[in-house]
T-cell receptor, first 116, second 113 residues
Framework: AQKITQTQPGMFVQEKEAVTLDCTYD???????LFWYKQPSSGEMIFLIY??????QNATEGRYSLNFQKARKSANLVISASQLGDSAMYFC?????????????FGKGTKLTVNP | NAGVTQTPKFQVLKTGQSMTLQCAQD?????MSWYRQDPGMGLRLIHY???????DQGEVPNGYNVSRSTTEDFPLRLLSAAPSQTSVYFC????????????FGQGTRLTVV
């Protein structure tokens, strides 16, 4: 079974609008971390935002926020006021303690295109 | 502040050749890992290490070897390259706790012909 599911292969948004990228996860561990990474066309992996399983509030980093719904096991990324430079692949990832191995598992990604 | 350094950035191999992808980090991270990225597949974990002298397999380990003799270095070896190993390879490091983000190298684009 997939640990991380991103159901939107591609998304389009108009510049200056907000967009939500979906991510659902599967774990039975009470302790885990959820991460979003951005991969522009140049190929590097850029860390955007983190949400811990015990965090009471949704994480925010500038224009990025994470809509964390623990009971639904979802961790959607919200980008406000989209910019052309936001066009990229976006990956959701999860990390569980797993007896010390703490592997980082990725979803298949969503390609976001911001239109002018 | 170099972070995670991968070499080479590009490589073309013939089927059956061997090579080593190098990865070094200068952040004193315990945890290092190798991923491969294929179109439509996201990043898949090949091997990882939780400290010097300790390595373990990830999701797609076949055809790859690793070792971790120092905290800083985590090379990935392809013993006999196959076209199925054509991919982009990323090395990552972190403090190895579930609540810490991973830092990635720039990636190596490998083509096996």
């Amino acid at each position: 079974a997939q640990k991380i599911t991103q159901t939107q292969p591609g998304m389009f948004v108009q510049e200056k609008e907000a967009v939500t990228l979906d991510c659902t996860y599967d774990t039975s561990d009470p302790s885990y971390g959820l991460f979003w990474y951005k991969q522009p066309s140049s190929g590097e992996m850029i860390f955007l935002i983190y949400q811990g399983s015990y965090d009471q509030q949704n994480a925010t980093e500038g224009r990025y926020s994470l809509n964390f719904q623990k009971a639904r096991k979802s961790a959607n990324l919200v980008i406000s006021a989209s910019q052309l430079g936001d066009s990229a692949m976006y990956f959701c990832a999860m990390r569980e303690p797993q007896g010390g191995s703490e592997k980082l598992v990725f979803g298949k990604g969503t390609k976001l295109t911001v239109n002018p | 502040n170099a972070g995670v350094t991968q070499t080479p950035k590009f490589q073309v191999l013939k089927t059956g050749q061997s090579m080593t992808l190098q990865c070094a980090q200068d952040m004193n991270h315990e945890y290092m890992s190798w991923y491969r990225q294929d179109p439509g597949m996201g990043l898949r974990l090949i091997h990882y290490s939780v400290g010097a002298g300790i390595t373990d397999q990830g999701e797609v380990p076949n055809g790859y070897n690793v070792s971790r003799s120092t905290t800083e270095d985590f090379p990935l070896r392809l013993l006999s390259a196959a076209p199925s190993q054509t991919s982009v390879y990323f090395c990552a490091s972190s403090y190895g706790r579930y609540y810490t983000e991973a830092f990635f190298g720039q990636g190596t684009r490998l083509t096996v012909v």
